[in-house]
């Protein structure tokens, strides 16, 4: 099993930043692929980002390319979501999951509980 916790959320303004950290216990995250999903009022979950198992590889929805980055720090067992330029419409609860497949779809075995991010104008 693996426990994972989102941290970071908060409000702030169109064109700040925010650090998300998805802390895992459990297991070592270093062998999962890690995405990053977020789910906006009235909408459906979508995929944000994800990045493989060996942290070379990453993936980005077009909506946050260049914006959005995702890195590891394996020593603390955590993975961090930067999120530069922020927009309104990245308003969201975010959520990180943990799983086997580098994909863009939810199939992923493990979710956190997710934190909010709102951007205001």
């Known amino acids: 099993q693996v426990q994972l916790v989102e941290s970071g959320g908060g409000l702030v303004q169109a064109g700040g930043s925010l650090r998300l950290s998805c802390a895992a216990s459990?297991?070592?995250?270093?062998?999962?692929?890690m995405g990053w999903f977020r789910q906006a009022p009235g909408k459906e979950r979508e995929f944000v980002g994800v990045i493989g198992s060996k942290s070379s590889a990453t993936s980005y929805a077009d909506s946050v390319k260049g914006r959005f980055t995702i890195s590891r720090s394996s020593g603390k067992n955590t993975v961090y979501l930067q999120m530069n330029n922020l927009k309104p419409g990245d308003t969201a609860v975010y959520y990180c999951?943990?799983?086997?497949?580098?994909?863009?779809?939810?199939?992923?075995?493990?979710w956190g509980q997710g934190t909010q991010v709102t951007v205001s104008s």
């Open positions: 999951a943990a799983g086997v497949v580098f994909t863009t779809r939810d199939d992923y075995a493990y």
């Open positions: 459990g297991r070592s995250l270093s062998s999962y692929v």
